[in-house]
């Protein structure tokens, strides 16, 4: 009987431990996929303006409106070179070196660059300043981007600038995407800026074309399944090998109501001990920036599974 308790116990901490790998992998993958958009959220917008409608006017609008911690990126036809704006506290990229803008950079007369680590061996650099060089302006690069992970944002481009040097320039030859810190809505939006057409760029056509969450999670999601049968075949184990139990109960005519909750009670116990040993320990291996979707998995799943035992039990019981 401990024996089989202990293996129940050790199962559970394994298969809990497993979807701790399984979101921290999801996490991982989350983090490349809004590198290669440049880290742009899945929330990001695209814009379309109406033709004659400069980039200087998109800022000025931005400036005006009503809008907090946002980023602007007017993408050219090569796309890894984006001239950058933001408003308030903005979402910025991970740095190697050197910062990213700060307000002070749109503002400044004087262009300032920020590129991707893959760029860093391209850069002019005659004394401490280095410089990109782009048709055939040298911009001075104030930072470095890039991460543990290779992503798109490693070949990147970023180029603030003051609205006055965007006069010239036409929103509709660019790429005009807007994100925010926090989600924003389309009332806002439209609100704002007034676009001929915006549409939310959610899991579609991005950057990287035609992603979508489960495909690029699949692997994360089939391990996730696994550990869901995982716990229906601990608990048909708990049953099958539970049969001296039913048959005692079935020659005493014992009080089955007790037998029941004693059975649940058991079960709960050392399912649930081997399931928070199993998520401690991925918690403390894994480290996320939330660990809530895991512990609603894992307490959820604990609780469904119980709940699925009591009411199998019971149909099992009052058959007798």
């Not at 704006?85 to 300032?112: H, L, R």
């Not at 470095?144 to 040097?165: C, R, T, W």
């Not at 806002?188 to 057409?197: E, G």
């Not at 928070?276 to 895991?294: A, E, F, H, K, R």
Request: no cysteine; glycine share 6%.
């Amino acid at each position: 009987m401990f024996k089989k308790k202990f293996l129940i116990v050790v199962a559970a901490a394994v298969l809990a431990f497993i979807s701790a790998f399984a979101f921290y992998q999801i996490q991982e993958k989350d983090v490349v996929i809004r590198l290669d958009n440049h880290n742009l959220s899945q929330d990001a917008y695209r814009m379309k303006f109406k033709a004659g409608t400069s980039l200087a006017e998109v800022v000025t609008k931005t400036r005006k409106s009503t809008l907090k911690d946002v980023q602007l990126h007017f993408q050219t036809q090569q796309k890894n070179v984006t001239y950058f704006y933001g408003k308030g506290n903005f979402a910025t990229p991970p740095m190697i070196s050197g910062n990213f803008f700060s307000q002070a950079s749109f503002v400044s007369d004087v262009p300032t660059a920020v590129v991707g680590k893959n760029l860093e061996k391209q850069l002019y650099k005659p004394q401490a300043q280095a410089y990109i060089k782009i048709k055939g302006n040298y911009i001075p690069v104030i930072g470095i981007m890039g991460s543990k992970y290779h992503s798109e944002l490693d070949q990147q481009i970023f180029i603030a600038v003051a609205p006055e040097n965007l006069v010239q320039k036409k929103a509709n030859a660019y790429h005009v995407l807007i994100d925010g810190k926090n989600r924003l809505e389309k009332a806002d939006i439209k609100r704002a800026f007034h676009p001929r057409s915006f549409r939310h760029v959610s899991y579609g056509t991005f950057i990287i074309a035609k992603r979508t969450w489960i495909k690029e999670h699949s692997t994360q999601v089939l391990i996730l399944v696994g550990v869901v049968v995982g716990y229906l075949i601990l608990l048909l184990i708990w049953f099958f090998t539970s049969r001296k139990n039913f048959q005692q109960l079935r020659f005493l005519n014992d009080d089955r109501q007790r037998f029941v909750f004693q059975e649940w009670e058991f079960y709960t116990l050392f399912i649930g001990l081997g399931l928070v040993l199993g998520t401690i320990v991925g918690m403390m291996i894994y480290s996320m920036t939330s660990y809530s979707w895991l512990l609603i998995f894992n307490g959820g799943g604990m609780l469904i599974d119980s709940l699925f035992f009591l009411w199998i039990l019971n149909v099992r019981v009052k058959r007798w």
